[in-house]
Nanobody, 117 residues
Framework: QVQPVESGGGLVQPGGSLRLSCAASGSDFRIRTMGWYRQAPGKQRDLVAT???????NYADSVKGRFTISRENAKNTVYLQMNSLKPEDTAVYYC???????????WGQGTQVTVSS
């Protein structure tokens, strides 16, 4: 029902910046929690950052101080500003909408972020 669609991924050099966007369609109400997760080859999918409709944020330690999550509630849209990118940030980044401790939420198709010289 709820379908998140990501955009903004691509190739960037180390130290560069990238901004990801995710628009979650199909909901008549504000989505409580939206977030970004990433999965590198051979690794599990890990949390990057989440944000609630009230603006409460949570970040993985590995991105704290470098990434910023934000949202526009009226559009159920979430953004991820990524600065000071490192090669280890290379992964497929997925948007999640409506996830809770008891609900899996809806996943986007993912967008590739590659940090390389």
């Amino acid at each position: 029902q709820v379908q998140p669609v990501e955009s903004g991924g691509g190739l960037v050099q180390p130290g560069g910046s990238l901004r990801l966007s995710c628009a979650a369609s199909g909901s008549d109400f504000r989505i409580r929690t939206m977030g970004w997760y990433r999965q590198a080859p051979g690794k599990q999918r890990d949390l990057v950052a989440t944000i609630t409709s009230g603006g409460v944020t949570n970040y993985a330690d590995s991105v704290k101080g470098r990434f910023t999550i934000s949202r526009e509630n009226a559009k159920n849209t979430v953004y991820l500003q990524m600065n000071s990118l490192k090669p280890e940030d290379t992964a497929v980044y997925y948007c999640n909408a409506g996830g809770t401790a008891y609900r899996r939420g809806s996943w986007g198709q993912g967008t590739q972020v590659t940090v390389s010289s």
